[in-house]
């Protein structure tokens, strides 16, 4: 089980960001068993890279519309994520898959630190004005 799948955290009853949490988990599940299994890794990775961007948006729909205070940095951390992914994708393409079963392990921290200090932050501040 990965990283992200095993520490699965609720985001404050914010069904919309865990749904896609755990898609994102699901994705790094596949891009580590195509790892595993020795297959090609570049669509999945491109899948997970693909909607890694989706929930980025959704986010900072909801950091706009809700004025979220903290929208200016929790952005900035959307764009080294996924310059991290970008990373990743460009080595698979050109490298083994022992470079990128460790950049993996680097993208899983990167993604769970977000998760449980910026989206967690975002969560409670969300909740705060629905409540
Ligand atoms: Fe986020
Ligand atoms: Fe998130």
Known sequence: MSLLASHHL????LDLI???HRELAQRVEAVRSAIAG?????EALERLRDF???HYGLEENMM?????????EHMRMHQRLI???NRVVHRSRHAGTALTQEAMDAVEELHL???RIDDARLGQWLNERQA
């Open 10 to 13: 609720p985001i404050a009853d």
């Open 18 to 20: 865990d749904c896609d």
């Open 38 to 42: 020795g297959e090609r890794i570049g």
């Open 52 to 54: 890694a961007l989706t």
């Open 64 to 72: 706009m519309t809700s004025r979220y205070p903290h929208a200016r």
């Open 83 to 85: 310059g991290v992914l």
């Open 113 to 115: 630190m977000h998760m």
